[in-house]
């Protein structure tokens, strides 16, 4: 009975971890969508900081009307300066998957609507949870999901074999 015990714990153990690895999807704003924020930009500071972003998770930009979105540099978001690393976003929704490990900065290339507060800062944080620091080695997403598949696989042919052993 008690190996059993074992077993289901590293079952569920190996579940958890697993869980852990796969990527989440965001909706920038939640509600608010992608448009220009009635309180300015507080609203996007507000709703990133209320998020942990790592590497290999997914923006998504729901917007109605006539907006667009742009990945820039820190000084292009300081200045709304309409200068895109990449293309610019025009059809909603618009899907961003963040890869590195930096903040990233997104603008609406429309009109004024980045200096009326249509622009966010996203926080991308190590897989392992701690941010990691400027020009530190970093691993891909994929390599990251891949060890721990193998070890959680491990995990479980291992917690079987001591199972069936006693």
Sequence with gaps: MASRMVFLGCVLLVAALLQGATAETYTVGDSLGWSIPPGGSIAYSTWANQH???VGDILEFNWTGTHDVARVSESDYESC??????TVQSTSPAYVTLTTEEDHYFICTVGSHCSVGQKVKIDVESTSGSPTSPGSPTSSPNSAASSLAV???????FSIVIAFLH
Excluded: L, Q
């Design 81 to 86: 300066t309409k200068t895109a690393i990449g």
């Design 52 to 54: 942990t972003f790592r």
């Design 151 to 157: 070890g959680g696989i491990s995990a479980v042919f």
